[in-house]
């Protein structure tokens, strides 16, 4: 598994594998050091580490800064709020934008690369971009319907230096706004069922791509910015060229449900999308095939998906209350977050992944911390019991110390030494290591057992439930020789009742694994039913045409079965047939009633709807009417409002002379007061 880290001097991305954790990487774009951090173990599930400050509104959205210092939201009260991500203060607080509609619950902010700014798009026709060190406005991106999400470029600051963020007057509702890689190209997801990309210099379209059906959701270019990812409401998820615009793979959705979310992995290999299916799917950008289908959220829909930055973990929120975290190879579930009282409406890895943040229709935005494995694994350890370690690996499915419990507890199976314990052990744990000694163990008992019985239906019964033992061949000499001395030992007179008695066992055996499941059993039987046969043959030579006679009956009686069974299936479908013919019959007559009827009434209808035409031509000159006289009103209302504006400005004039004849007035008996002191 590969990390994806950022560079600290030119802010560009750095792919480093696993076992460079903690050392010392070359940025090969400005030579800066880079160091790569050690994989976060969200394994064993996550602790609320703070909360921060209540808001008046919902929050709607959560990031964080790219040095991972800050974390910023934004809340249906319309504000965005910056705090201290390990203390929670405030550091900003942006008064946005007041909200259109109340149902309107869209924001969403970005920080630019050098975290100097931020971007916060509302539920209205612009998206701000502001000042982070002083809270003030430096750009409007003006839309003529609502931005759902704004994101920034690496290199923003040379953008700004040449002139600021051009505005997306799409003329259509933009639903997603992501920056490539390298900052040079915009792409927007559209109403129009369309994603757009946009060169970020001019503001040109570079490309159009089309093939969405219905209004494009999501937009996000992959790590190296070569190709670009698209969710939308018909159902699929698709990947483009940049260069040329053209769509290279589509991913759809079974259950034909809107996709509300695309991410690509840190290595871009993977997918994940979320919707209103209430699953969470990974996919292969390069075989085009589902890898896992995440189940686990209810009520309804996911409304995000995150990758970590090391690509190991993946974070979804839904409308259930809860967050997840998942392990993208195995695709189980390691964790469920739950606490929020509302909808997770938002949710975000730290830079580092050594943070998620959540942020609900409860006011609250929860930053959380891993569990420290080994904090949790201590007392298991001390405990020392099956049950324990049992329930450590249940609650922990992902848990990377997995191996070292199942070791645990292996060794308290391997002293119990029964095969209750190793079957149970092996129903629960199969993909463990010991499986395989397990199982060479739990066979070794159950043998044990049969020979202690010593009889041959105990050994039967462990050929046929350990089929694949070591041990099943010993078990069926010793069951033939058993078998052997009772049915051979008796006179001669009597051999043709034991051989009809053996036979009549083995049959019995052999219709019984007919319907027995899974085939491993079957093989079981199997090898029962071919020791007896072959004890019939070899002792009971003499017996063949009995034997032969015995087996011709059976097969009889089976065929006469059949053809009783085939006798009632026949008899049944044409009954069947007959009910068929009937309903048949009477759904044609009611079908010709109600022609008739309909026939009668769209007559009226048609009446009706003529009659209707002309009301409607009568109204539409009434309208006309109307229309003229408010052309009327609205050019009065100009001459009156012109009018306004000019009395107002004159009124404004005469209180200009009227303050300054005030000002004359105030002079001129300063004047006098001070002649009358000359004077004195």
Not at 330 to 351: D, R
Request: with cysteine; hydrophobic share 40%.
């Amino acid at each position: 598994m590969s990390i994806t880290v950022t560079c600290p001097g030119c802010n560009g991305k750095l792919t480093a594998k696993d076992e460079h954790a903690g050392q010392i990487k070359k940025c090969p774009k400005c030579k800066s050091d880079v160091e790569v951090p050690a994989p976060v173990d969200w394994s064993a599930g996550a602790l609320v580490s703070h909360e921060l400050e209540e808001q008046t509104g919902a929050v709607n959205f959560v990031t964080f800064s790219p040095d991972g210092k800050w974390i910023a939201n934004a809340s249906d009260d319309g504000t965005a709020r910056i705090r201290d991500v390990a203390t929670g203060k405030e550091f900003q607080k942006f008064n946005f934008a007041e909200r259109i509609f109340s149902w309107d619950e869209n924001d969403e902010i970005a920080f630019s690369p050098d975290g100097k700014l931020i971007a916060i798009a509302s539920g209205n026709e612009i998206a701000q971009i502001w000042d982070v060190a002083t809270g003030n406005v430096i750009h409007k991106l003006i839309h003529t319907d609502e931005l759902n999400s704004v994101a920034y470029t690496q290199n923003q600051k040379e953008e700004q230096d040449k002139g600021g963020i051009w505005g997306l007057k799409t003329g259509l509702r933009v639903n997603s706004v992501v920056f490539s890689p390298d900052g040079k190209l915009v792409a927007t997801a559209c109403s129009n069922y369309n994603a757009i990309i946009w060169d970020a210099a001019t503001g040109k379209v570079v490309q159009k791509l089309e093939g969405h059906i219905y209004p494009v959701k999501s937009v996000t270019f992959s790590p190296d910015g070569y190709s670009i990812a698209t969710a939308a409401f018909d159902w699929t998820a698709r990947i483009w060229l940049v260069a040329t615009g053209t769509e290279i793979r589509k991913f759809k959705v079974n259950t034909h449900h809107c996709v509300n979310s695309v991410a690509f992995s840190p290595d871009g290999k993977l997918i994940a999308t979320a919707g209103l299916d209430e699953t969470v799917r990974i996919w292969d950008t390069q075989k085009e095939k589902e890898v896992h289908i995440l189940s686990g959220h209810t009520d309804y829909e996911v409304n995000c998906v995150a990758f970590s930055p090391d690509g190991k973990w993946l974070v979804s929120a839904g409308r259930d209350k809860t967050a997840r975290i998942w392990d993208v190879a195995s695709g189980k579930e390691a964790h469920k977050l739950e606490g929020h009282s509302e909808e997770v409406k938002s949710i975000a890895f730290s830079p580092d992944g050594k943070w998620i943040a959540t942020a609900s229709s409860e006011k609250t935005t929860r930053i959380w911390k891993p569990v420290n494995v080994q904090s949790v694994f201590v007392p298991v350890k001390k405990e020392n019991t099956i049950e324990v370690y049992a329930g450590y690996l249940s609650k922990f499915p992902c848990v990377s110390n997995r191996n070292i419990a199942l070791a645990g507890m292996y060794e308290l199976v391997k002293q119990e030494n029964n095969v209750v314990c190793y079957a149970w052990f092996l129903t629960n744990f199969s993909d463990a290591p010991q499986a395989a000694d397990a199982r060479l163990r739990m066979n070794a008992e159950a043998f044990k057992i049969a020979k202690q019985f010593n009889t041959v239906e105990a050994l039967n019964d462990f050929i046929i439930a350990y089929p694949l033992a070591k041990e099943v061949g010993e078990a069926r000499e010793i069951a033939y020789q058993l078998e052997k001395e009772r049915y051979t030992l008796v006179s001669d007179d009597d051999k043709e009742k034991k051989a009809r008695l053996l036979l009549n066992k083995l049959l019995r055996i052999w219709l019984d694994s007919d319907n027995v499941q899974p085939s491993d059993l079957r093989l079981g039987y199997a090898l029962v039913v071919k020791r007896m046969t072959d004890l019939l043959e070899t002792e009971f030579s003499d017996q063949a045409a009995t034997t032969e006679i015995l087996f011709h009956e059976v097969h009889v009686k089976r065929h006469k079965e059949i053809l009783q069974s085939l006798g009632t299936i026949t008899k049944l479908l044409s009954r069947l047939e007959d009910a068929i013919h009937q309903n048949t019959r009477q759904t044609a007559a009611l079908m010709r009633q109600q022609v008739s009827v309909m026939t009668h009434y769209f007559g009226i209808v048609e009446d009706a709807l003529h009659g209707i035409s002309s009301a409607t031509q009568s109204v539409a000159g009434r309208i006309d009417r109307v229309e003229g006289a408010l052309h009327g009103i609205s050019s009065a209302t100009h001459s009156v409002a012109r009018r306004i504006d000019h009395q107002v400005q004159s009124q404004e004039y005469l209180n200009w002379h009227v303050e300054q004849v005030a000002s004359l007035e105030r002079r001129r008996f300063d004047y006098e007061q001070r002649m009358i002191g000359y004077e004195m």
